[in-house]
C-alpha cells in the first residue's frame, strides 16, 4: 500500500510544520540539574475541585523546590464539555490558595512552549498522525457507533477484555481498495494507533509515587485521531508533555489503566518517556466505610465552598500537606515560623493509596491557623471574604475598621498567653461579630428567671455601671447587683444554702450577658460593654427590661 499517498488523503492540511520544525521550536528546556518540570492539565469544565487543588500542591511543590517549571495546559479536546470563563476560574481558584503558574494559558511572560490550549495545537497533532500513517503505525477506521457497539457485546459475552484490538481490529487489516472505497463513499472515519504490544508482555515500573508496579503491553488500536480531527486525550498528552517538555507527570490514578497506552504511544512517536506519579484518590469516612469524595454528595469536593465559606487559605495548603506527606505535620510542628514552603516536598513521600480527607481536621487545623493572626491581620481576611460573600450590612460594617479589630482583639483574645480560637472561617467568624451591631442586634432573649428577677437585677446593676470601671471593679458591682436582686454573691454562700437564693452570681451576670450580647455565651463581658460603650451598654440593658 502505498502509505504516503493515504496519508495525504486522511490529511490533507497543508503547511503542517515538519517534525524537525516542532522539534526545533520547542527544544529541551535549559533548567538546571533535577529541575522538575510538572504541569495541571484540566479540562475547562468549570468545576474545578479538591482533587485538583491536591494534584496542583504536588505539581507546583515539585517543580518549586527543584528550581523548576509548574506550567498551566488547558485539555479542551472535548468541545461538548467546555465552559466559558473556566481557565479563569481554574486560575483565580488557586491563585486564591496562593498556587501560581509559572506558564501556560492566559499567564502573561513567556510562554515559550505554547499555546496552551490543546484545540490550538492541531497543527502538530496532526503533523504526527500523519507520520505515523506513512510509517505504518496508524490508519483509518471507519467502524459506526452501532459496530463498535457490537463488539463490545460480543467481547463482554464472551469475557473478554472489551476494546478494539486482535481480531476485533476490523479495519486493521484491510486493503487498500476497502480504505479507498470507504473513502470515496465520504464515510466518517477516525485514525487509530496500529498497536506493536503483547499483551503477554509485562514490564517492571516505577511510578513516582506508587513505586514499584507491573504495567502490561498495550495491545489495543486506539484512537489518536477522532473523526472530527481532534487528538484524543491519549495522543495530546503524549504531543504535549513531550513538546512542553514535562519531566513529571503527576495526575490521579484513575490514568494508570492507561500508563500501557501512553507507554507505546511515547514509544512510537520516537519520545522519551515522561516519569510518571500517580495520585490516590480522596476520599473520606462516610457512616464507619471510606469511600471517594463524590461531587454529588459532598459540597467539600468543589474548591468554590472553600471560598465561599471563606476556609483561610494557608490552612486549607496546611492540611493538604499533611495529607501529601504524612511527615509534615511533625515538621510543621518543629518549625512552627517556616512556610511550608522551605518543607522538603517529595512525591516519593506521597500515599500509595486512598488519601483521607477530614473536614473536621481541616476546621481544627483553620482554628489553629487563624488564631496565630493578629487583630489587624484577622480583619484583613475578614474584610476580604466580606467584599465578596458578605452582606451589605456586613460591608458596611466592616468600614469601621478599627471598631471591629477592638472587637477582633477581644474575641481572638489577643494579649492573652493564650490565645482563643473562635473563629474556623471567615463565614462563620464575621457572625460572632453581629451583636455589635445595634442594626442587626435582634436578640430572642432567652432568661432563665422571671421579669421581676431579671429587671431587678438590670436595673441595680445599670444604676452602679461605670465605663471607667476596670475587670474587678466590673465584676464587683455585678454581685452587689446580685445581692440586691436576691442572688447570692458568693458562691460558697450559693452552695451552702441554695434554697435561700435565686441563684448563684453567675447565673445574674448571665442575665446582663443576655441583655447586651443577645447569649449566655460571649466572650469577657466587661470588655464587650466598653467596646459597646456605655450609651449602647445601657439601651440594651433596658431594652432587655420585661
Ligand atoms: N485532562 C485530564 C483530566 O482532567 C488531565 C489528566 C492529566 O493530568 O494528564 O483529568
Redo the contacts with the bound molecule.
Sequence with gaps: MDLKKLAARLIPDENLPSLEECEKAYPPRVLKEGAEVT?????P?GFIHLG?LY?ALADERTAHTTGGIFYLRI?DTDEKRKVDGAVESVIRSLKYFGINFDEGAEIEGENAYGPYYQRRRAPIYRAYAKDLLERGLAYPCFCTEEELDEIRRVQTENKEITGYYGKYAVWRDKSEEEIYAALDRGLPYVIRLRSQGDVNIKHAFRDAIKGSITVTENDQDVVILKSDGIPT?HFA?AID?HFMRTTL????E??LSSLPIHIELFKVLGFSLPRYGHTCSLMKVDGGTKRKLSKRKDPELSLDFYRGAGYYPQAVIKYLMTILNSNFEEWSAKNLEKSYKEFPFSVSKMGKSGALFDLDKLNDVSRDELSKLSPEGMYEFLNGWVQEFGTDADRAHFKEREYIISILALIMGAGQKKRRKDIERAGQGVRLMDYFFDDIFAPAYSFRFDNDTVNAMLSAFAATYSEDDDNSAWFAKVKAAAAAAGFASENAEYKANPSAYKGNVSDAAEIVRIAITGSPNSPDLCTVMKILGRERSLARISAAKR
Design positions: 504541569r495541571l492539565a484540566p479540562s469544565t485538583n494534584s485539555e486525550y498528552h508533555d507527570v503527576i495526575r490521579g484513575e490514568w
